[in-house]
Structures are given as C-alpha cells and as structure tokens.
C-alpha cells in the first residue's frame, strides 16, 4: 500500500508539472501574441496620442484642422497619407518619412515598397547604418544622400540661409505641385513641443491662416498638426549637434527622365 502510494504521489505530481508546463506555454503565447499586436497597432494603427498639441497649433484630427485642409493647397497629401507610416524607433523619424516620400513617388526595391529597414540598405548602408542612426538620429546632409541613395533627386536648405518669406515660398510652391514633397527638420522645443529634433513630411500649406501641415510620424506621441510658417522657419534656424549646422528643409522629386518611364 505504501508503494502505491507513492506511485499515486508521483503520479499526481508529474500530472501538475505538465499541467503547470501548459500553462506556462499558454501564458508566454498570449504575452507574444499581444507584443505583436501592440507593435503592428503602433505602427500602423495608432488610435490615441501620448501628448496634445500646444494650443498654437491645430490638430488635423479636429474640425478645424480638417476645414484648414479642406482650404488648403495639397497636391502631396494624399501620397503622403496613403503612404504614411509611423517611426518605429524614437530615432528613426528619418527614416520613416524618407519611406513615405519614396513610396508615393513610386520607388521601389525588386517591385516592393521601401519601409524604413529598406531605406537604409543597399547604397544607403554606406551613408549611415542602422545602428548609428539608431544612436543619434539622422542630419539634414544625411537624409538628402539616403533619398538619393535610392535614385531619388534631392536638395537640402539649411534655416540659417532661408529667410523667412523665401522658406514659405519654397513650401507653398511645393505643395502645388505634384511628384514632389518636402521633408522639415526642426527643433520640437522651439515649435513648443515636447522633444528634441525631429524630421517629417510637409503635408499642405494654407495662405490665408499662413500655417504648414505637419504629418508627425511620430504617431504615438503627436497627431498631424497645423503650425504658423514663421515659428517653424524660426524652428528649423536651430542648431544639429551632431553636424554642426542648422537644421531645415529637403524638397524630393524623381528625375525627370525617369518620371516620364
């Protein structure tokens, strides 16, 4: 009796630990599954905002901020929010708006679409790896040479050489016309945002309130907003740490003979 007790003992206990083990499985699939989703949420689908917008500047989520686009000259927002992708990484806002610029012209990598892994390969590797930009973001310079590195035309406007009304021509020509975008790289601090430098595309201008659609691809702390060209001319005037010169504007376009293929 004794012996088929501690059978039934050990039994029993072996029963527990593989039903413990089951559990476990089933605990640590769930915590993948829900990781994943939360990832491909943030990237893609991201429904709420950790921060809201100063009250200068106007949520393009809001009715007036929706009016002000209804207003607005646009001719590259729809490739922007058609194309549109959220950084993944706090440094990867270059990255991420060098994707969606690309994408809505048409680049393409063996018949696929650019995200932000795909931007810095091939001869964008040379320029900066990943692990560098992961590091310490990306500059003006740098940012022009990875949109060439993928056959891109490209041109960089430092603030410090931009006056005022020559920055919001530049703007305003640009979003009148088609097959071309403009990237901005400005400091948050000055726009009265919370952050450091940041980069993203320039979604539309409207004249008669003079202010410039953002399209934050930092998605998960700051919605698309409306801000007044002088503040972010006076915000793109700011120094880059790690180049040495101001920050401010790339214009994107593809060449002519090959926007005509």
């Excluded at 059978?7 to 593989?18: G, H, R, Y």
């Excluded at 607005?72 to 927002?77: E, M, P």
């Excluded at 270059?94 to 610029?101: H, L, T």
Aim: proline share 4%; aromatic share 6%.
């Amino acid at each position: 009796l004794l012996c088929r007790s501690r059978v039934c003992i050990e039994l029993t206990s072996q029963k527990q630990m593989a039903l413990t083990g089951t559990k476990l499985r089933v605990i640590i699939l769930s915590a993948v599954i829900v990781t994943v989703v939360g990832v491909v949420w943030f990237v893609y689908w991201p429904s709420q905002y950790a921060l809201d917008l100063p009250s200068h500047i106007t949520a393009l989520t809001s009715d007036s901020g929706e009016q002000l686009l209804n207003e607005s000259v646009r001719k590259d927002y729809c490739g922007i929010e058609e194309h549109f992708v959220a950084q993944s990484h706090p440094a990867y806002c270059g990255p991420a708006s060098s994707s969606i610029v690309l994408n809505a012209l048409g680049v393409r990598v063996d018949g696929d679409k650019l995200d932000e892994k795909a931007v810095l390969t091939g001869g964008a590797n040379s320029i900066l790896s990943p692990q560098a930009v992961r590091q310490r973001g990306v500059t003006l310079d740098e940012l022009s040479r990875i949109l060439q590195a993928h056959s891109a035309k490209s041109q960089v406007f430092y603030g410090d050489d931009l006056e005022l009304e020559e920055f919001r021509l530049l703007v305003a020509h640009n979003a009148m016309t088609e097959n071309d975008y403009v990237l901005v790289n400005y400091l948050r601090s000055v726009a009265g945002q919370d952050g450091g430098g940041h980069i993203s595309p320039v979604g539309a201008y409207h004249a008669e309130t003079d202010q410039i659609l953002i399209m934050d691809v930092r998605r998960d702390k700051y919605p698309p907003g409306w801000i007044s060209t002088e503040l972010l001319w006076k915000a793109t005037k700011t120094r880059d740490p790690v180049s040495g010169k101001s920050r401010g504007i790339v214009t994107v376009s593809i060449p002519k003979r090959r926007a005509n293929l």
